[in-house]
């Protein structure tokens, strides 16, 4: 729990303050709203209290520890490498993809072999219940009435059709229950999702901010208030800022000063502020274009069905990933990018590594030796 703190600002020149505007305060993040002005020859005046018009995300308080854990984890790991943050938050989104993620992906992948090469199978199977389907006639039986004995069952293609796929999803689904390779099972796969959205708003946290919304440069405000109030000849004094029960936020502004200048020089120095350059968000939006473009030149077949719309549907967002993420801090745009560029590297080591069962090629024509005797004579 934070605990109310207050900043006392004494003046240096003897002039009452009738335009407090003049020191154009902003309010800290850490700080409480209310101010104490002390002034040599009056009593304090307190400030009213000022709101802000930022909004604010919080988190449930079921994944209150898990993020608190995550985001530590990453402290941890900068502390121990040592690593300027430019190269920890890459590491961390390549620790976390080859930890979590990469287990998950090769499980499915081999999944997916799995139904490969059970296709055939199924491809055998539906031919034979095809010849089934079309001799079955109504059987010889009391129960049977009787100008229907001897006719077909399925005497319209409709019903023959839908005969044939019954039984073949049926087989199916016996078939990929005996190989532990069932429908189900293809949904592993997504639990990258969730990782991913666990390891953004961690990275987020460690930056300071525990919401979804822009982070706020403290240190550069601070700059601006101390410029501006020495101009008007009042010196601040700032009290610590509070530490909460865990310890973390004396952590975090010193993770915070750091990120301000360990960017790139002449590109983005501040980790916390957008690329200006907007090349990141430009980077960003590619990697996921080629994730998915790769994904669909790798496919069997063109899709079709809900299968085309999901693909049209991420194309769509990975081209929307530019306009939306412009405004997104370079430390969470590193880390999507190194995200997004493991997984292409990923995809394309797994699939050659493991690669898909190669397509059976069809039965040719079968031709008598004696026929190619003949034929050979004539040839002559």
């Known amino acids: 729990m934070l605990r109310p703190t207050t900043t ?5 020149i003897s002039r009452p303050l009738h335009h407090p505007h003049h020191l154009h305060l902003r309010p800290l993040p850490f700080l409480s709203q209310t101010a104490h002005i002390t002034h040599p020859n009056g009593p304090p005046t307190t400030l009213p209290p000022t709101t802000t018009a930022r909004r604010s995300f919080t988190t449930p308080t079921t994944i209150e520890p898990l993020l608190t854990t995550t985001s530590s984890l990453i402290i941890n790991l900068q502390s121990t490498t040592n690593l300027p943050w430019l190269l920890t938050i890459p590491l961390v989104a390549l620790t976390v993809r080859t930890c979590i993620t990469l287990p998950f992906t090769v499980y499915s992948h081999k999944r997916t072999l799995k139904q490969l090469t059970l296709a055939p199978i199924i491809h055998a199977w539906s031919s034979i219940y095809r010849r089934k389907v079309a001799k079955e006639v109504f059987p010889n039986d009391p129960s049977t009435p009787k100008e229907l004995i001897g006719k077909k069952v399925y005497n319209t293609p409709e019903t023959w059709t839908k005969e044939v796929l019954r039984r073949t999803k049926e087989k199916r689904v016996e078939l990929y229950r005996k190989f532990g390779c069932q429908y189900w099972k293809g949904f592993v796969g997504l639990v990258q999702i969730p990782v991913w959205v666990l390891a953004s708003v961690s990275v987020r946290r460690v930056t300071g901010v525990g919401g979804w919304e822009a982070p706020i440069d403290i240190s550069k405000r601070a700059r601006e208030m101390s410029e501006l109030q020495a101009e008007e000849g009042v010196s601040t004094v700032l009290p610590p800022s509070p530490v909460m029960e865990n310890g973390m936020d004396e952590v975090t502004v010193r993770v915070r000063e750091a990120m301000q200048t360990g960017g790139i020089d002449g590109w983005f120095v501040d980790l916390l502020q957008p690329d200006p350059y907007m090349i990141l968000p430009i980077v960003f939006s590619l990697t996921l274009f080629t994730n998915v473009m790769s994904a669909t030149a790798r496919a069997s077949k063109e899709p079709t069905g809900w299968r085309k719309g999901l693909r049209n549907a991420l194309m769509g ?10 405004g997104s801090p370079a430390v969470l745009l590193l880390y999507w990018i190194t995200s ?3 997984s292409l590297i ?3 080591v797994i699939h050659t590594v493991l690669p898909p069962p190669k397509s059976v090629a069809p039965v040719g024509e079968k031709v008598p030796s ?3 005797k003949e034929e050979a004579e004539e040839s002559k």
Do not use: R, V
Request: glycine share 4%; net charge positive.
């Open 8 to 12: 006392t600002i004494t003046t240096a």
């Open 317 to 326: 967002i990975s081209l929307a990933a530019f306009p939306l993420t412009i």
């Open 340 to 342: 997004g560029a493991y």
């Open 346 to 348: 990923q995809n394309a």
């Open 370 to 372: 004696w026929l190619k």
